[in-house]
């Protein structure tokens, strides 16, 4: 069956640094997004992705994130200059496109990736 | 808006029990909602979802939920439980049926343990 995968399992890394968490949707699938859940909270609504330019995206969102489809397979999320609050579970995920021409709201999640800043 | 109700952070059960997680949703729209299932250091499951389709909705495992509008409520249930169902659930909910790149929204989680 097919998955999203994501790598790093675990990212560790020094307040400021720039650090890359790579996903890789389902093959068929359109519709890309990210979320994250800090440690005792909520999963979190990052941003979604489709057609190479970002469909939404929450208020966490700031400057400090990109995302990109570098390639036909990858989908990554960039933090610029990491803060200790970003220390969290970052989990990628994808959906099909819907028979009317929009996405299907079902998305299928990765494992995710643990980011620890220092 | 949306937003999304677990009523119990924690709920323990013995094995063989019936399950019941309780979740209560708001929305503006004609919501889709879901049940998914995180197992320790495991991503996140699809267990069932709701897109307005029958009330009573089947999922795996021998999970299953009904929606009830009039009580804006989406509970999760099943039979008898089994120690392989001890996880973290999450109800969440989708903007709209069927709707182009929409964030989910989760609710806080329901730690469910299974005594032997």
């Known amino acids: 069956e097919p998955e999203v995968t994501q790598t790093p399992s675990h990212q560790v890394t020094q307040m400021g640094q720039e650090v890359i968490l790579r996903c890789v949707p389902i093959?068929?699938?359109?519709?890309f997004y990210w979320y994250r859940q800090i440690l005792g909270q909520k999963v979190e609504f990052l941003v979604s992705?489709?057609?190479?330019?970002?469909?939404?995206k929450s208020e966490i969102f700031d400057d400090q994130f990109s995302v990109e489809r570098p390639d036909g397979s990858n989908f990554t999320l960039k933090i610029r200059s990491t803060k200790l609050e970003d220390s969290a579970m970052y989990f990628c995920?994808?959906?099909?496109?819907?028979?009317?021409?929009?996405?299907?709201?079902?998305?299928?999640f990765g494992p995710g990736t643990r980011l620890t800043v220092l | 808006a949306q937003s999304v109700t677990q009523l119990d952070s924690h709920v323990s059960v013995s094995e063989g029990t019936p399950v019941l997680l309780r979740c209560n949703y708001s929305?503006?729209?004609?919501?889709?909602l879901f049940w998914y299932v995180q197992h320790p250091n495991k991503g996140l499951q699809l267990l069932l979802k709701?897109?307005?389709?029958?009330?009573l909705v089947k999922g795996i495992n021998g999970f299953e939920a009904e929606f009830k509008k009039s009580e804006t409520s989406f509970h999760l249930t099943k039979p008898s439980a089994h120690m392989s169902d001890a996880a973290e659930y999450f109800c969440?909910?989708?903007?709209?049926?069927?709707?182009?790149?929409?964030?989910?929204?989760f609710g806080k989680g329901t730690h469910l343990i299974i005594q032997p």
């Open positions: 995920a994808s959906s099909a496109p819907g028979l009317a021409g929009g996405g299907t709201d079902t998305q299928y």
């Open positions: 093959s068929n699938h359109l519709y």
């Open positions: 992705f489709y057609n190479n330019e970002i469909s939404e």
């Open positions: 929305s503006s729209y004609s919501p889709s």
């Open positions: 709701y897109t307005s389709a029958a009330t």
């Open positions: 969440v909910v989708s903007r709209m049926a069927g709707g182009g790149a929409d964030g989910l929204t």
